[in-house]
C-alpha cells in the first residue's frame, strides 16, 4: 500500500514539474475534446459556423467556443527541508557488533553449550514407582 501512495506521489511530482494541462474544447455549453498534453494546446472542432451570432470566422476565435485548461501545478517557493538527524554512537556500536560483525566470524564450528551438562541425580525409579513400562 505504501509503495502504491509513494509512486501515485513520484507521478504527481513529476507531472506538477513538467506542467502537464489537461485541455477541455468546449462548443456551446458543450464538452467537445478533451485531451492531456504537455503546455497549452490549442484545441479546436475544426468546423465553421454559418449562424449570425458568431459570424464567418472559423470557431476557435470567437465566443461560441471555449477552451479551458487545468494545469497540475507546486507551489513556486517549494524547496526541499532537511531535518537533523541525530546518531546515537552506542546503538550503532551495538548494531555492527551483534549483526555485521557475527555473520563474519572466523569459528564455523558449532557449539555444543550442554556438552558438561550433568543431569540431576533420580531421587525415586518413576517407571517403576507407578508401575509404567514400555511394551
Request: aromatic share 12%; net charge negative.
Amino acid at each position: 500500500m505504501q509503495k502504491a501512495i509513494s509512486i501515485l506521489l513520484c507521478i504527481l511530482m513529476l507531472a506538477s514539474s513538467t506542467n502537464i494541462t489537461y485541455a477541455k474544447h468546449f462548443c456551446g455549453d458543450y464538452e467537445m475534446i478533451s485531451v492531456i498534453t504537455i503546455g497549452e494546446k490549442l484545441l479546436t472542432c475544426g468546423m465553421k459556423t454559418n449562424s449570425d451570432t458568431c459570424g464567418d470566422e472559423t470557431l476557435e476565435s470567437h465566443d461560441c467556443c471555449k477552451n479551458k485548461y487545468d494545469n497540475v501545478e507546486i507551489d513556486d517557493d517549494y524547496s526541499l527541508t532537511y531535518d537533523s538527524v541525530a546518531i546515537n554512537i552506542p546503538f550503532v556500536k551495538s548494531f555492527v557488533s551483534v549483526f555485521v560483525l557475527q555473520q563474519f566470524s572466523l569459528n564455523n564450528e558449532s557449539v555444543n553449550y550442554y556438552a558438561d551438562y550433568d543431569p540431576p541425580p533420580i531421587d525415586k525409579d518413576i517407571p517403576i514407582l507407578y508401575q509404567v513400562f514400555i511394551i
